[in-house]
């Protein structure tokens, strides 16, 4: 299923799967000014001629090689006669399914999101600029290493793909880092913006750096949580229990990959009983 969504001049297409009457898991592509950003999952393949074809693209950036984000590079490639996908240089070869790093994706990644075609992709440089507008390019990672995000400064946009997600973001994916992520999102701050799009769909209106210094103050407090119980003798799995409580059912339907237990250890990765990183 593809849901159209006009949010002034941006579009955004949100996508997924659906199973017994439900989106599940979608993702939220956008079109501003023939720039598409994200290009979705291949699930919905069959659906992108009605829901794209009034639409000028002239340019696809990913902002990370996730399956649900580069899903749909290679139809828009022959659809509307696009060059590569614009990406950071780390995305290029997995995008293009050259590196040697790339593993099977997990039974319920291929069944919520499916494997992505390979598709031809270039490193980004510095900017996009389109017919209205300019996107600065922003190395945000932490959700993996190759993410980026898009500012437009005038209008005050900020696309920030996976990044943000939510502001009492308790689970993680295993491969994720909270830290780095955390220095992602204090970069946006030293940028001015008002609007946030994200890729799971949420659109923040007006003032979108609050809710930005609103999850690095909770992060920042569950980290400094997390690290005093350790200190004080529990393990990663008993200051899960003690925080969070023990995982929710997607735990197992995710084959473990997102869970609390994810945050407890990233924030004492190298760290020390005696309170040495
Ligand atoms: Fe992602």
Known sequence: MIKRKQIGPVTQFLMGRVIDGSLIRAMACYYVDGLLIDS???HVSCELADAFSALPIHTLVNTHHHEDHIGNNSWFQKHCKLGPA???????P????TSPLIQPLAEYRLR??????????QAIGQEIITENYRFK???TPGHTPDHISLLESER???F???LYFGEKVIEIHRDEDPDLMLNSLMKLLRYDFEYLFCSSGKVLPGNARRAIVAKIAFWEEQRELVRYLYQQGLAAEEIRDRLYGPESSLYQKCEEELGKIHLVRAFLKGYTKDGQL
């Not at 614009?86 to 290029?92: C, E, G, R």
């Not at 919520?112 to 992709?121: E, F, K, L, Q, V």
């Open 40 to 42: 979705g999952t291949v």
């Open 160 to 162: 920030a793909g996976d």
């Open 137 to 139: 390019v922003l190395e």
């Open 156 to 158: 005050g946009w900020l």
């Open 94 to 97: 997995i995008i293009e399914k």
């Open 112 to 121: 919520t999101w499916g494997d992505p075609p390979a598709s031809s992709a």
């Open 86 to 92: 614009l990406a950071h240089p780390l995305a290029v």
